[in-house]
Antibody
Framework: EVQMVESGGRLIHPGGSLRVSCAAS????????VNWVRQAPGKGLDWVSG????????NYAVSVKGRFTILRDNSKNTLHLQMNSLSEEDTAVYYC??????????????WGQGTLVTVSS | QSVLTQPPSVSGTPGQRVTISCSGS????????VNWYQHLVGAAPKLLIY???QGPSGVPDRFSGSKSGTSASLAISGLQSEDEADYYC???????????FGGGTKLTVL
């Protein structure tokens, strides 16, 4: 079964750093695009970052560029999101999502259940 | 303010047909495929339509997508109570080099 399971979300103070992870099973993440999408409380879905399959090209939303880094560990079939300089605006449920194909422009056909990141003093 | 514009809410009665619009620009919908997602409260988002008008296996054919120019639409026919959810359109944006989502549309089944 194709599955993605996020972990690592917790309460973190403003200015802090946090890494959330996503363990994939049933497919190889190096062959597909994998992404992070978040949803802040009461808000809509907001794409954060993605990494293309095979090429490993990374892309970021303007709001997180320079602060967040998407990392892919092919040996563990795991995706990470390293988040630095966190602010309260980053408070959200973070979902990882698998792309239909290797490209960055395709739909996301498998989603995890999400991990909650709360940035608060 | 989302790059893609959707109506905040739509409603319909069981059995009715409703449509949700998604308006963009030449850098996103006008030059890239549109995907639609259904998000039920407490659940993970689900891919409903991909590549403008393709339905993944397992998605009822009551759901259909279309695109013309810089706008796209999701149609739901034979409305059912379990269709009550938030719906999002999304597309790649060539100017931003990122995926952009619509603000979401809340569907209420009366």
């Amino acid at each position: 079964e194709v599955q993605m399971v996020e972990s690592g979300g917790r309460l973190i103070h403003p200015g802090g750093s946090l890494r959330v992870s996503c363990a994939a099973s049933g497919f190889s993440i190096e062959n597909y695009a994998v992404n992070w999408v978040r949803q802040a409380p009461g808000k809509g879905l907001d794409w954060v970052s993605g990494i293309s399959g095979t090429t490993g090209k990374t892309n970021y939303a303007v709001s997180v560029k320079g602060r967040f880094t998407i990392l892919r560990d092919n040996s563990k079939n795991t995706l990470h999101l390293q988040m630095n300089s966190l602010s309260e605006e980053d408070t959200a449920v973070y979902y990882c999502a698998k792309g239909l194909y290797a490209g960055e422009r395709d739909g996301f056909d498998v989603w995890g259940q999400g991990t909650l990141v709360t940035v608060s003093s | 303010q989302s790059v893609l514009t959707q109506p905040p809410s739509v409603s319909g009665t069981p059995g009715q047909r409703v449509t949700i619009s998604c308006s963009g620009s030449s850098s996103n919908i006008g030059s890239n495929i549109v995907n639609w997602y259904q998000h039920l409260v407490g659940a993970a988002p689900k891919l409903l339509i991909y590549s403008d008008d393709q339905g993944p296996s397992g998605v009822p054919d009551r759901f259909s997508g279309s695109k013309s120019g810089t706008s796209a639409s999701l149609a739901i026919s034979g409305l059912q109570s379990e269709d009550e959810a938030d719906y999002y359109c999304a597309a790649w944006d060539d100017s931003l080099n990122s995926v952009v989502f619509g603000g979401g549309t809340k569907l209420t089944v009366l």
